[in-house]
């Protein structure tokens, strides 16, 4: 079983790397804009980790195969980004972070789990409803939530593709 541990500053070049591997998928389901789009900076991802909030999936070898990026919004844990190195996909890997960030956030006292991902990709909406994530209507979401999807929206992602979603705290019930 491959551990998870907190971001490290020398990760973050090899988390580029499983971003542009995982967003290659998009490929295959005609969203070669998305495929295509620019990674974060190492820049953007040392903000993660030095507010914490950044993990990592190792193999043996203490390299990180998958990756979790969260940030606060409304007051709950918002999975800004996860990937997965497409050949450890489907291995539950993604879903082992989420666990993780899920009993991180019990223990900051937040009750739930939201992000922002394509309705329609399966590994996407129809993934994170498989896992206990709800839809959220537009009125279901908060301030911040709705500001960051509005920004998703400036820059180029169609809204009628885009939702938001949250999952209650499990670490707590």
Do not use: C, K
């Not at 990180?64 to 844990?77: K, N, R, Y």
């Not at 979401?141 to 949250?166: N, Y």
Request: charge should be negative; proline fraction near 6%.
């Amino acid at each position: 079983m491959n551990d998870i541990r907190p971001t490290r500053y020398d990760d973050l070049t090899v988390i580029q790397q499983i971003e542009l591997a995982a967003g290659e998928l998009f490929h295959d389901v005609g969203m070669s804009d998305i495929a295509e789009h620019p990674v974060p900076t190492t820049e953007a991802l040392a903000e993660f980790v030095r507010a914490g909030r950044s993990w990592v999936v190792v193999d043996e070898t203490d390299t990180p195969i998958a990756f979790v990026l969260v940030m606060s919004v409304d007051g709950l844990a918002h999975i800004e980004q996860i990937s997965v190195r497409p050949e450890h996909a489907r291995r539950g890997v993604g879903r082992r972070l989420i666990d993780h960030v899920d009993a991180w956030a019990a223990g900051q006292g937040i009750g739930a789990l939201t992000l922002t991902t394509f309705r329609g990709v399966p590994w996407n909406g129809p993934y994170y409803e498989r896992i206990g994530f709800v839809t959220l209507e537009p009125g279901e979401r908060g301030p911040e939530l709705t500001r960051l999807m509005a920004e998703e929206a400036a820059h180029g992602l169609d809204p009628a593709q885009r939702i938001a979603m949250r999952r209650d705290n499990r670490a707590r019930r």
